[in-house]
């Protein structure tokens, strides 16, 4: 649906005598890293796209990489933490896969004795009975490299490296792995060591009257990247 809306916008603006209609493209954050691929493989309309903070595959992985987040900021071990993840997520891959209650509160069993994922994923069987509810909605299997490798258009990926939402370094391999499939050499990427998942610089003091403090080069990048493919009006410099 949103995907369609964004179809919607750009027709609008096709029209417009105002706008140079081959110049136009997607700016699209978080979620949008699942609605811009989409809709960008629905038209070719759209010149180019440029995806921040954008996840590689799909909801649930979206969902488990917060709380392993904070797994490692209670001290647990990279590697404890990366174990736990692939705990967690098999357990839910097997309960979408027709498994009981039970069956999967058996393989997330060891995750119980962190009290941060107990409180967010509810280990018990009521809490998996509820999960399995969330779980039959199509979204959560709608995976953002389906429509990475499908792209024709020049994108840039924007991530900060200290996003706690998204796994920006499985991003990073899911992009690179899409684009080699599809052939599509015009992918670049970049990350912005101190910015979280909304480009916001953790290494500035932000004030809430003068707006947000963005990474630096953050703005930078994206207009020289626009500039460099002639998506862009600015004098030569």
Known sequence: ERAT?????????QQRPDIDATRIGLWALSQGGWVGPMAAV?????????????????????GLYPAVQLLREQGVSDAEADDAYATL??????????ATAQETLDVVAPLRRYPVLRKAYQLDLA????????????????SAEVFLEQLDQPTL??????????????????????????????LTIRTFKDADHEMVS??????ADAGFAYADGYIATMIDWLDARHFTNLPPH
Request: proline share 3%.
């Open 5 to 13: 809306e964004a179809l919607a916008a750009l027709e609008l603006l």
């Open 42 to 62: 629905r038209s070719r309309g759209i010149a180019y796209l440029i995806i921040v903070s954008g996840p590689g595959r799909d909801a649930l992985s979206l």
């Open 89 to 98: 997520r098999r357990g839910l891959t097997v309960l979408r896969a027709g």
């Open 127 to 142: 809490g998996i009975e509820s999960m399995r509810t969330f779980l039959a909605q199509p979204q959560w299997s709608m």
């Open 157 to 186: 990926a924007l991530f900060g490296e200290r996003d706690a939402v998204v796994d920006w370094r499985e991003s990073i391999e899911v992009y690179r792995s899409s684009f080699a499939r599809s052939g599509n050499r015009d």
């Open 202 to 207: 953790l290494a500035k003091p932000q004030h």
